[in-house]
């Protein structure tokens, strides 16, 4: 969507901060013994007490609150009471959600209790790669030069990208223009940011794949080559100069 109005942004703030809330909650009570369906409800009771709807369950009937992957599993991971927390795990959170008609997304990747597997450098990557894209995006900026970018600061540091996934256009709904907004460079796509745009922004910073391919469960995503990945993802309003981090209190 495009910012017209001061309702349209307090809309957007609103929404914003109980995702990013949720998600920061969500990490911060995470731990080993714990379920993925036990923080699911978890990060469930707090969107409640916003008055927000799941986004995945309102777009897609996806069944949880929020996608809680962990270790191999690289996105879109059911929340379950069979999937128990381990130290050292590798957890993606994924919380996006609705709220008086606007929309809005975030993710952290992050390593449960001590780092046993050697997977905060990962981590670390993503998060410090989103935020150089995010400082390098306003308003007549191409889009295919943040993927670039993107993609070049993984190689730098060792890591891949995952080419089927992408940041989005958000808003008025979970997906929307201008599109997907990929980690790569794609030398034919012409479309810059626009002032006063919405979008979610998120990196997909991989050891070893760069594909994902769906499980038999409908859902989960995993490596079409293994190992891991850590996305990390902020809602933004484009402007002409630093963008405006609407979800910033979720702390990545």
Same mark, same amino acid.
């Given at each position: 969507?495009?910012?017209? *109005? ?24 995470? *731990?080993?013994?714990? +379920? ?29 609150? +929020? ?39 975030? /993710?952290?990747?992050?390593?449960? /209790? ?6 905060? *450098?990962?981590?670390?990557?993503? @998060? ?9 995006? @306003?308003? /007549? ?52 940011? @626009? ?11 991989? +050891? ?45």
């Amino acid at each position: 969507m495009s910012i017209t *109005k001061e309702a349209e942004l307090t809309g957007m703030r609103k929404i914003s901060e109980a995702v990013a809330h949720t998600l920061r909650e969500m990490k911060n009570h995470a *731990k080993p013994g714990m +379920t993925t369906k036990e923080l699911d409800d978890f990060g469930a009771g707090i969107l409640q007490g916003f008055g927000a709807n799941s986004a995945p369950f309102m777009t897609y009937r996806f069944p949880g609150w +929020t996608c809680i992957s962990v270790n191999h599993e690289f996105c879109h991971g059911i929340p379950s009471d069979k999937r128990v927390l381990r130290e050292g795990d590798l957890i993606n959170i994924d919380v996006s959600a609705e709220l008086d008609g606007f929309w809005s997304d975030n /993710g952290n990747t992050f390593v449960l /209790g001590e780092d046993i597997h050697q997977h905060q *450098k990962l981590v670390d990557a993503s @998060k410090e790669i989103l935020q150089k894209a995010i400082d390098n995006i @306003k308003g /007549g900026v191409k889009i295919s030069d943040m993927g670039y970018l993107m993609e070049t600061e993984a190689r730098k540091r060792g890591y891949r990208v995952i080419k089927n996934l992408g940041g989005h256009g958000i808003g008025r709904g979970l997906h929307e223009e201008p599109g997907e907004l990929l980690n790569y460079k794609n030398r034919f796509d012409q479309r810059r940011f @626009k002032k006063n745009s919405v979008v979610a922004i998120e990196t997909f910073i991989s +050891t070893t794949s760069s594909h994902t391919v769906e499980l038999n469960d409908g859902w989960t995503m995993v490596g079409n080559k293994g190992g891991f990945m850590a996305q990390h993802e902020h809602t933004i309003v484009v402007t002409d100069g630093k963008p405006m981090i609407l979800t910033a209190m979720n702390g990545i």
